[in-house]
């Protein structure tokens, strides 16, 4: 490469190593809302839909645990997850401020007797510092 | 644990030194972040998916055999991402799109400049074949040696030097146009 060229590749490796992932990295977005395409669904299948949701609405009312609170809110912090006194119930997510405190989660499995379902992480909040993960449980049976 | 190499953290890691994988993250996170900002074309999503990379590596660290560099294992995952996340965006891989395609789809996105330096990066290496592309990156942008980026690549050292080689040739050619 000539020398001009040579320098617009060096400015160009210069530019992308000092790329370094934004501040909010830890509290930023897991599952972000996916844009999809318009669907037309039959009516089947929407006779289905609205029968799986009818029986999904039974079965959180009529949950024996009693946990239908499932705003914001009502979701147990890592901190409490920690505390013995203040036990979380046993459905409901847990929500960590950084991808970091994930390294806390084994712990908390050995402990409480839970198990982690990751797949289903998914952000809490939107846009800033107040972020965080909320990552659903699943008890050992 | 900065002076740690990876593969001691994930040996820590795996006893239950829980802290090894923060190192992990915080070790690898501008890298693997840089790499998806490349193969994708808005960085919010190479964010998502150097995230996924790190849920997918937590979840598999139990079960990783040390038959690779934890960092190849990590960019192997980072690769399989941004191709399922292509596929489920209805999107061709970064790869295979041409840089003039691309300024047209992001031109109403932020116009910050690490936007525009990413726009550089894609339009001078996006012209390359696949492997040449990967072999630029790693190599030349990502400073990794040709070891290194032989192990990450999963081929020799010769393929490696081979790639470099056309891949040079072909942005000489290119030189003109882009740099």
């Known amino acids: 490469m000539n020398e001009p060229g040579r320098n617009s590749l060096d400015h160009m490796v210069q530019n992308y190593r000092d790329i370094t992932i934004p501040a909010d990295f830890s509290g930023s977005v897991i599952q972000r ?18 029968a799986f949701a009818i029986i999904i609405t039974i079965l959180i009312l009529t949950d024996p645990s009693g946990q239908t609170d499932i705003t914001s809110s ?10 013995t006194t203040n036990w979380i119930p046993p459905r409901g997510d847990i929500r960590i401020p950084s991808l970091s405190d994930m ?11 839970i198990d982690f379902n990751l ?23 | 644990m900065d002076g740690i190499s990876d593969t001691e953290l994930v040996r820590q890691f795996r006893q239950g030194d ?19 900002s490349v193969y994708l074309y808005q960085q919010q999503d190479a964010m998502d998916v150097t995230q996924e990379v790190f849920m997918r590596a937590y979840k598999g660290l139990r079960g990783f055999r040390f038959h690779a560099e934890p960092f190849t294992w990590l960019y ?19 790869l295979q799109r041409g840089a003039d395609e ?4 992001i031109k109403d996105s932020a116009n910050t400049e ?27 942008f990502e400073g990794l040696s040709i070891e290194e980026t032989a192990r990450t690549m999963r081929c020799r050292p010769g393929t490696v030097k081979a790639l470099l080689h056309k891949a040079q040739k072909q942005l000489r050619l290119l030189e003109g146009d882009i740099l």
């Open chain 2, 114 to 140: 690490v936007t525009q330096h990413l726009i550089e990066i894609r339009g001078l290496v996006n012209r390359l074949p696949k492997r040449q592309h990967e072999v630029v990156m790693l190599r030349i």
């Open chain 1, 103 to 113: 390294g806390k989660l084994p712990d908390l499995a050995d402990t409480n007797g």
């Open chain 1, 119 to 141: 797949p289903s992480l998914h952000k809490h909040g939107g846009a800033g510092p107040h972020q965080s993960y909320n990552i659903r449980y699943i008890q050992h049976t």
């Open chain 2, 18 to 36: 829980t802290h090894a994988f923060s190192v992990l993250v915080k070790r690898h996170q501008d890298r693997l972040y840089r790499l998806a």
């Open chain 2, 102 to 105: 691309e300024i047209a789809r």
């Open chain 1, 33 to 50: 809302q996916k844009k999809t395409a318009r669907t037309f669904f039959t009516v089947p299948q929407l006779a289905l839909a609205s």
């Open chain 2, 76 to 94: 192997r995952i980072l690769i399989n991402v941004c191709a399922e996340f292509n596929r489920k965006s209805s999107r061709d891989s970064i």
């Open chain 1, 74 to 83: 009502a979701y147990p912090t890592l901190s409490q997850l920690t505390d």
